[in-house]
């Protein structure tokens, strides 16, 4: 939890300076989203990586090297001006402008902490993993607003800021690869779960629920922390000095509602929770539009982002339940390089509908692919329980 939560410091941070830091270089907004996805791509691939080697060469040395390049692309944007190596730097530094950390360290975490404790304490250990994830967004997003620190009190120019914010945020990723490292051998794989994820029962679940994963992740794509900073900055002019403390108010909601839905799925069930949580938050996103002023779209963001992390801890939670120990980083790593993959590809299609048709048309269908995904995931798994479950039914 110490290492995911450093790693998602610097995600937090990341999210909000990447877009501002570019277009303080000149970008606009079509290319601020094409390189966005371009480092959501870069999440991608090291889903895929991890999800080929973490087994075989060890869950912790995967886990170090993730954030190792990390580390890597952070000071390569405050050190590179040649735009090739920059473009290659957020590409392999897996730079994430999303603000939210759900790249190849997620996989191989979610497959690690079900094995650590019973499956009755399975969905609050991993809302309380999400907890320290938020908490480490929240504070990221904070140290988002640096930049405008070190212009206001250190006089520094607006380039030159993100320049010497980047190195805090390496810093940060090399915070996590220590803790990867101290982690002990119990997180390893044991020996018989090198099996390949495609058993006969796992593989039309999986395959669906991944399927459904990258529609959900199609429509975040739109919503990256980078894209919504931007919205909020042109729609109302607010810069990081604002910005940076809106998203740590919007992660420690965020926190709070992964224990709430703990809470809620061990009376509703996973699958309830998931989609009747997920649902109204994306018809509220898409009130954020009309808002008259900055204060009523805060407050609708807020109650949005109150509600729209629910799913997380239980759909992680439902996933694991439902394919044996020995498939759990497959089906892990195929369901989010799906996730990876349609984030990748969202932001500059985005970007270019923000140039295009107008600010907030990623706002509006975003939410509407959410909203499609939440039938689809009710119609396709609602009578598909988990083992606690299926228990508590025999019970009843």
């Known amino acids: 939890m110490a290492s995911a939560a450093c790693r998602a410091t610097a995600v937090g941070m990341s999210g909000v300076m990447l877009a501002l830091y570019l277009a303080a270089i000149g970008l606009h907004a079509a290319m601020i989203g094409l390189i966005v996805s371009l480092g959501l791509g870069g999440c991608a691939l090291g889903t895929l990586g991890v999800t080929a080697v973490a087994d075989r ?16 692309g952070g000071m390569a944007l405050a050190m590179v001006t040649i735009p090739t190596l920059l473009l290659a730097a957020i590409l392999l530094g897996m730079v994430n402008g999303m603000g939210r950390d759900r790249g190849g360290g997620l996989t191989i975490e979610q497959a690690m902490l ?16 999400n907890v320290s994830v938020d908490i480490g967004h929240a504070v990221g997003s904070l140290l988002g607003g640096l930049p405008a620190v070190l212009r206001s009190h250190a006089g520094l120019p607006t380039v030159l800021s993100y320049r010497w914010s980047w190195p805090v945020y ?46 959900d992740s ?58 009747f949580t997920h649902l109204p938050s994306s018809l509220l996103l898409m009130t ?93 798994f609602r009578h598909i329980r988990p083992p606690e479950e299926q228990l508590e039914l025999v019970r009843a």
């Open 57 to 72: 060469c060890g869950r912790r040395t995967t886990l170090a090297l993730i954030a190792g390049l990390m580390a890597a």
């Open 114 to 129: 079900p094995q650590l404790v019973a499956p009755t304490h399975r969905t609050r250990t991993f809302a309380w993993y």
């Open 170 to 215: 390496a810093t940060l990723c090399l915070g996590a690869v220590g803790c990867a490292l101290r982690l002990s051998a119990a997180v390893e794989t044991r020996p018989a779960s090198r099996t390949p994820i495609w058993s006969a029962a796992s593989r039309p679940l999986v395959l669906r629920f991944a399927g459904l994963s990258l529609l």
């Open 218 to 275: 199609l429509g975040g794509g739109f919503l990256t922390t980078t894209l919504l900073s931007y919205w909020f900055f042109r729609r109302f002019g607010v810069t990081e000095g604002l910005l940076g403390p809106l998203f740590c108010v919007v992660r420690i909601a965020n926190s709070l509602s992964h224990l709430g839905a703990a809470w809620l799925a061990k009376r509703i069930g996973l699958v309830n929770t998931m989609v």
């Open 288 to 380: 954020v539009p009309w808002a008259p002023n900055l204060t009523v779209a805060i407050v609708l963001f807020l109650i949005r982002e109150s509600l729209v992390e629910m799913d997380v801890p239980t759909r992680q939670s439902y996933l694991i339940a439902i394919v044996p120990e020995q498939e759990r980083i497959q089906a892990a790593g195929l369901t989010n390089m799906a996730r990876s993959t349609a984030w990748a590809i969202a932001p500059a299609v985005a970007g270019s509908l923000m140039s295009v048709v107008g600010l907030s048309a990623p706002l509006i269908l975003g939410p509407g692919l959410k909203v499609l995904y939440d039938v689809l995931l009710y119609r396709a």
